[in-house]
């Protein structure tokens, strides 16, 4: 499978728990589908998050966000480096 980045622009007075809630449901909308969550980061102070997933396409990655209402600015075929 192929490796995607999910890219998030946090909502102002958006929470870390928040955040973490929203990953938690989309891991589980996401293997209920077939995908494969890796993890995930979020910079509070920038104000993004990111996570990664194992996915055929970018667009079952899409839909899994859709699905858990999580909102999502991108989503990006990304490859690890060593």
Known sequence: MTVFLGIHKLVPGMSETDVREGYEK??????????????AVVSMEKGFAYCQTEAQSAQEVKEAHEGAAVPLEDVVEVKTLG
């Open 26 to 39: 989309y891991k589980q909308g996401a293997v209920a589908k077939g995908l494969k969550p890796l993890g």
